[in-house]
């Protein structure tokens, strides 16, 4: 494969920094810019001796001008506690940012992927959710910032295809874990192995009967470099997820059951405003397109977050 100047915004961030990996392992030169909102350092520590990485603090909400072949465009608070945290720069975030990229994608004729969110469909009536579906968002809600700034992002992506000509590729990405998520984010995964690991209760929020597919990192990183290469104009939008769903309270009992040690116990919490039901992506279009599919299976993803928890929470 040829060597490429490849920008990855947000590079610091639990998805962004598997991605730069990978991308140096092909060979590439890897410019991670991030301004280390819910990113950090500590997660590309063992790059920067690296000649082919260099990070540049930078706030994707101003201008950027770099010349590069390729941009994943992935800055964005992800978790709930931190995009509602500052929600305006949330939307500013996804809206400025994807104007800002989109506009360097089109100085430089870069190929430019756009990491979308299953959060595009809100909380939907249709299950399993195939690319075709238009979702149900609440548009005023505490989630709206994200998902809302998420979905004017698509649209503008699809208008500089259209209007542009730029080449554009988009992956709607669901719920994924994996070392390097920040272990305070309040992600489901991340939350659940903290606690356990640190004997406190294992909060589940509502009942637990509600649903997500959970992927593992590998198996994300692997369908959007497939995606972002794709030579066929295949723009997306393109579901990448794990179809495997299990329900909230399943998720807390595999954990408990991969940390025998833990002595925490199950509670329930109140379930926040707007939490989607149930979540599953159809995946044939990834299938079909890409030749993607998952690999690793839910226990085994968790066992290797675990021990990633382990050793940051100081417990090996
Ligand atoms: P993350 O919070 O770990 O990473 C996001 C990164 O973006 C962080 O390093 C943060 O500092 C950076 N960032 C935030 N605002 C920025 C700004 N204005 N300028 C520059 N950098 C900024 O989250 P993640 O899970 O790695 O998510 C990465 C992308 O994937 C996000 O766009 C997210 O919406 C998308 N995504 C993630 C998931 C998931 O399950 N993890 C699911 C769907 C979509
Ligand atoms: N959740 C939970 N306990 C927690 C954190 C999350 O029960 O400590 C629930 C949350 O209400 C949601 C699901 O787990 O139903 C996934 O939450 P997460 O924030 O990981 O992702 P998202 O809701 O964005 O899919």
């Known amino acids: 494969m040829q060597s490429k100047r490849i920008l990855v915004t947000g590079g610091a961030g639990f998805i962004g920094s598997h991605l730069c990996r990978r991308l140096l392992a092909e060979g590439h030169d890897v410019l991670c810019v991030d301004n280390l909102f819910t990113g950090s350092k500590d997660n590309i520590i063992d790059l920067f001796d690296n000649h082919k990485f260099e990070f ?21 608070p992800a978790s709930p506690i931190h995009y509602q945290f500052d929600p305006v720069q949330t939307t500013k975030t996804s809206v400025h940012g994807a ?12 190929r430019i992927l756009q990491a979308s969110t299953s959060e595009v469909y809100g909380d939907p009536e249709i299950h399993p959710q195939p690319e075709t579906y238009w979702g149900r968002v609440n548009p005023i809600g505490p989630r709206a910032c994200y998902d809302e700034g998420k979905r004017c992002a698509e649209t503008l992506f699809f208008d500089y295809y259209r209007q542009h000509k730029l080449e554009i590729r988009v992956v709607r990405i669901f719920n994924t874990f994996g070392p390097n998520m920040h272990p305070n984010d309040g992600r489901v995964v991340s939350n659940f192995i903290v606690q356990a690991l640190r004997n406190h209760d294992i909060t589940i929020y509502g009942d637990g009967s509600q649903t997500r597919s959970f992927q593992y990192i590998d198996d994300l990183v692997e369908g959007m470099v497939r995606m972002m290469n794709n030579e066929e104009g295949f723009v997306g939008p393109v579901n990448i997820g794990n179809p495997d769903e299990f329900t909230i309270k399943e998720l807390a009992e595999k954990v408990l059951a991969l940390i025998p040690e833990s002595k925490s116990r199950i509670v329930h919490k109140a379930l926040p405003q707007d939490d989607p039901r149930q979540r599953q992506p159809d995946i044939s279009m990834a299938k079909e397109k890409l030749g993607w599919q998952p690999e690793i299976k839910l226990d085994e993803g968790l066992r290797k977050t675990i021990e990633y928890f382990r050793t940051i929470i100081g417990r090996a």
Do not use: S, W
Request: glycine share 4%; hydrophobic share 45%.
């Open 56 to 76: 540049l603090r930078h706030d994707v909400t101003f201008p950027l001008y770099v010349e590069v072949n390729q941009i994943y465009n992935l800055a964005c």
């Open 99 to 110: 104007i800002n990229m989109l506009g360097l994608a089109k100085r430089t004729k870069a």
